[in-house]
């Protein structure tokens, strides 16, 4: 690219209707100029090709994308990851900034994600590793979205829960029974003291468990256990499916008794998800199937808050994202920033529950409050409450325990030898 060429990609922000983009953080790693590289990857964007031949025009000032920060060192082994096929050459690992001209796509999500993780990212000259960091969008992009339609706070009012964690239970096992003793088990679960049972993200309409005949049970099961406790319950049911029967699924789930639906935000595409959240007289809750693939890898591929975030302008209630432990091979640092994603001010946006999820128990819970210092968001253990050793019931009442001794100040493990459950569930998930 010619040196003037370059310089037409780059921008001093403050000089940019700050309305008109949104920015990108990216980082990646380069062999040749680094300014160059970033050039490529703002042109490659937005006006791969910015005139007509023969024809005295320039496309760039409007519609390109434009670097307007850039931070480069060397590398001097060369390439962080081993790939096929890299260029040789002085490489440069970078940090660019993008002010991306929002109206290149407008507010539709497959043409954003067409434009900011597509072919003009990943196949820039001389870029063969590269990964979206973050993501920001001006309040003029987000006006073009509904965002939740509950959010936090109509969640907490329908399950009455304030003051404290939402309570899930991944209800098990994930794919192994009929509805009738599957129901029962997320009965046991709400007595115990369970906010919400929730089918696995990988048990939909299955042959062996019908998804209507399911909420059907569940419904009444969850009724049942509204009178008993006197508390609000949900049964939120897996409707993961071709987009095209996610607006029948809900339907068909709610009129049976579930009370709130889940899809699998990747799989079905973040499109699905907001075409699900006009049709959805529920909360709406996400999972993330298939976001690994594409975020595991250091210095490539996607930021899982991106995810994050575009699950909650899709209009995402709840976004149930990788947690902390060994099991999740998620840095402690990228869960933050993905329920700082679900909680952070984002315009007209309503907030979202953020639920960081994998193998918790009562034993974990007092860990995961200290790391995210907020009440709000949501604990979904699996195994911790269904395979508890006295029960799904001391499963649920385990967690209440758990967090009745933190609330009072008690260490869980004190407050556990005046409680048998709690005290049976940090003895067998300790």
Known sequence: MHPADVDAFFAVRGALD?????????????????????AHLASEQSTAQWKRVGIDEDFRPRYAAKVVALDCSPLPAGFSVPMAGLPAGPVHACRVTLAHPHGNFGPRLPNLLSAVLGEGMFYAPGIPI???EDIRFPASYLAGFEGPQFGIAGLRDRLHAFGRPIFFGVIKPNIGLPPEPFAELGYQGWIGGLDI??????????????????????????????????????????????????????????????????????????SGVRALRRQARVPLVTHFPFIAPMSRVAGYGVHTRVFTKLQRLAGADVVIMPGFGPRMFTPEAEVLAN???????????????????????????????RRLGTVDFGFVPGRGVFGHPLGPTAGAMSLRQAWDAIAEGTPVADYAKRHAELDAALRAFG
């Open 339 to 369: 329920v700082q994603a679900c909680l952070e001010p984002m315009g007209p946006i309503a907030p979202c529950l953020p639920v960081p999820g994998g193998s918790d128990s009562a034993a974990t819970i007092e860990g995961v409050h």
């Open 197 to 270: 049972a929730k089918d696995d993200e990988m048990l939909a309409d299955a042959g062996y468990s019908p998804l209507a005949e399911r909420a059907r049970l569940l419904g009444a099961l969850r009724r049942r256990a509204e009178q008993e406790t006197g508390a609000p319950k949900i049964y939120l049911a897996n409707i993961t499916d071709e987009v095209d029967r996610l607006a029948h699924n809900h339907d068909l789930v709610v009129a049976a008794g579930a009370n709130a639906v889940m899809v699998n935000a990747m799989p079905v595409g973040v």
């Open 130 to 132: 590269v990964r979206l």
């Open 18 to 38: 700050p309305e008109a983009y949104l920015e990108l953080d990216l980082t990646f790693e380069c062999v040749g100029d680094p300014r160059a590289a970033a």
